[in-house]
Nanobody, 116 residues
Framework: QVQLVESGGGLVQPGGSLRLSCAAS????????VGWYRQLPDKERELVALNSRTGTTNYADSVKDRFTISRDNTKNTVYLQMNSLKPEDTAVYYC??????????WGQGTQVTVSS
């Protein structure tokens, strides 16, 4: 089993920045695809950013050039740097991990609210 614990969410004004962190309970990031998804009430969970173990990164069109996903395998932690935040970025953000032989895991979610 792998536990993912997110932190860093909160309330920020439009145009502001936040950095989300996701700490994994096992040292398997180096073999994992990791990512961030977000979800609004009564909406489907949607991909925000994905980073493969080989370094390939994909972003949703709505966050390109504003959000950056990164990882520190030595700290078992994944990050999402969010800049130029907009009200439409308001959602619960979930950390995601897929590792061979381990399976797929999700964090518990962290609320991000962009409002003046």
């Amino acid at each position: 089993q792998v536990q993912l614990v997110e932190s860093g969410g909160g309330l920020v004004q439009p145009g502001g920045s936040l950095r989300l962190s996701c700490a994994a309970s096992r040292s398997i990031l180096s073999i994992s695809t990791v990512g961030w998804y977000r979800q609004l009430p009564d909406k489907e969970r949607e991909l925000v950013a994905l980073n493969s173990r080989t370094g390939t990164t994909n972003y949703a069109d709505s966050v390109k050039d504003r959000f950056t996903i990164s990882r520190d395998n030595t700290k078992n932690t994944v990050y999402l740097q969010m800049n130029s935040l907009k009200p439409e970025d308001t959602a619960v953000y979930y950390c995601y991990l897929l590792a061979p032989a381990w399976g797929t895991y999700w964090g518990q979610g962290t609320q991000v609210t962009v409002s003046s």
